[in-house]
């Protein structure tokens, strides 16, 4: 893709000219398509993981729509609650609307848009969409003060069929958590996502914005008010698939740290500082991820101590720093492991959401430092600069791309070998355009079985990923490794819209 090095004419001054139009284009193309041949086309692989939330989109599909072997599903969600709740995000390879997952994907998002849409070039209007696209849905789930809509499918009737979302036709249950039956963590995270994508929408449309940040702040009093798990509320609905495990206090502080961010009000800063100790601001410093948001919390915080306008949050930035202490592979203790291959690795599944939440992390973290001009001391005298942490993070997006053991892109439709038997429901059976007819429940697990590719390629699809020893399987029934998630690309985008522009 790269513009090719030899150069075209002989003698001096075609050469110049040449060099002077590859100048004239790289101006005008340069956060794009650096010049430079070798490595990874970032902005390619930034295209396909936007793509991939077309993929993933629920309800009526606008015109625009550029995936074109999905169609229109779940237009009934919501009806028999009597509210509108079509649209949004299938969180994966299912079709169940599952509101956690969906609001940290758009808290993400919106960061990813926030630090690096600048070097998005023609993508950020694509990036932008895809956050609307969740927006408009958390605006209609969270209609009704002191409701909030949590869930759209019961997920026991969804995982027992093998069906296309066109074709749905299992248990569509709106999920709710009110005052009595409080869910602080999915409502929290809600809050977070509007007011982050409030940040979004400010200059590109005002109104929007404001109804996206007046939103967020009732939700958060909702969260804040009304505290407990949504797990104990809607345990049968919600566990083991996002059971929050870890509590609801880090997503009270994450979501009043975004509506600080997006507010400026003072009140957010001084529930920060009074909930720091109570809410456990220090917990588990080297997770992020849907259900723990603390190494989150403390990088997004500590910009602020680094911009020096707030010295009362140091101790936030002080959490920050032990974060990447702990992520810095070869120091004396380290607290995350890697695989031989040089993967990130966290036990659980899904692996690559670490891989990529945690590199996000890593380069905004280096961004920061950079505009203070700051390191990281870690103990024992190392020193972990900038542009270390960004090289950490590149690494890991280049091990994605296919700078791995197995030389395989971990990205659906990047490279000339990437995952062709993807866990992924509306991918691995036929299209409605190539079979219109119905494929029920259970007809679908020939397709589910079969060890023939996935006949429609979910462009951008980045999937859970090896195993600890580099290994990948490439096969369905595996979904802890062949299973894409919005919540492994929210992040994801952030990183290549930055390496697109800075090799
Ligand atoms: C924005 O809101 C104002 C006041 O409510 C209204 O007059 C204006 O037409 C709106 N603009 C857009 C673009 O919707
Ligand atoms: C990783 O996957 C490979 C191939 O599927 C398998 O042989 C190996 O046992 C797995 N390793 C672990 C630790 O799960």
């Not at 956060?31 to 430079?36: E, S, V, Y």
């Not at 910009?303 to 959490?319: C, D, H, I, P, T």
């Amino acid at each position: 893709m790269a513009p090719s090095s030899s150069s075209p004419g002989s003698g001096t001054l075609p050469l110049l000219r040449s060099l002077l139009l590859l100048t004239l284009f790289l101006r005008l193309d340069t956060p794009l398509r650096p010049a430079a041949a070798a490595g990874h086309d970032y902005f390619d692989a930034l295209h396909k993981s936007i793509l991939f939330f077309e993929g993933q989109r629920s309800g009526r599909l606008p015109p625009d729509q550029r995936l074109h072997w999905r169609r229109d599903s779940a237009l009934r969600d919501g009806a028999s609650s009597g509210v509108d709740l079509t649209g949004g995000y299938y969180d994966a390879g299912d079709n169940v609307k599952f509101g956690f997952p969906m609001a940290f994907t758009t808290t993400l998002l919106s960061w990813s848009i926030i630090d690096f849409g600048r070097t998005m070039g023609p993508e950020l209007p694509n990036a932008v969409k895809a956050v609307r696209w969740a927006t408009d849905y958390l605006l209609k789930a969270t209609s009704v003060p002191g409701v909030v809509f949590v869930q759209v499918g019961d997920p026991y009737s969804d995982h027992n069929c093998w069906e296309r979302p066109e074709d749905m036709d299992t248990l569509r249950t709106a999920y709710t958590i009110d005052r009595a039956h409080p869910g602080s963590d999915v409502a929290g995270e809600t809050a977070a996502a509007l007011a982050a994508a409030s940040i979004v929408f400010r200059s590109r449309d005002p109104n929007y914005s404001r109804l996206l940040l007046n939103r967020a702040v009732r939700v958060f009093a909702f969260a804040n008010r009304y505290r407990g798990a949504y797990s104990n509320s809607l345990h049968r609905a919600v566990c083991p698939f996002y059971c929050d495990v870890n509590g609801y206090q880090d997503e009270l502080l994450w979501g009043a740290a975004w509506l600080h961010k997006a507010s400026r009000r003072r009140d957010y800063r001084e529930y920060i500082m009074r909930n720091e100790a109570v809410l456990h601001a220090g917990d588990t410093i080297n997770e992020f991820g849907w259900d723990n948001k603390h190494a989150g919390i403390n990088v997004l915080i500590s910009k602020e101590v680094l911009m020096g306008r707030a010295g009362y949050f140091q101790s936030f930035k002080n959490n920050a720093d032990g974060f990447i202490c702990s992520v810095l592979p070869g120091i004396s203790h380290p607290q995350v492991q890697y695989s031989p291959g040089g993967l990130i690795f966290k036990a659980g599944g899904s692996n690559m959401q670490h891989v990529t939440s945690l590199s996000f992390l890593l380069l905004a973290y280096s961004n920061y430092l950079s505009h203070s001009g700051r390191a990281v001391t870690c103990g024992s005298g190392v020193s972990a600069s900038p542009v270390l942490l960004r090289q950490i993070a590149k690494r890991q997006v280049d091990y994605i791309l296919g700078d791995n053991p197995l030389r395989m892109s971990y990205m659906v439709g990047y490279g000339d070998r990437y995952p062709r038997r993807i866990h992924h429901r509306a991918s691995s059976l036929p299209s409605v355009e190539d079979h219109p007819g119905l494929i029920g429940c259970k007809e679908g697990s020939r397709y589910f079985l079969s060890p023939d590719p996935n006949p429609n390629v979910l462009v951008g699809a980045v999937v859970g990923g090896p195993n600890v020893t580099d290994a990948f399987p490439d096969s369905r029934p595996f979904f802890q490794e062949s299973e894409p998630t919005t919540y492994i690309n929210a992040p994801l985008v952030g990183l290549l819209g930055y390496f697109s522009a800075h090799r």
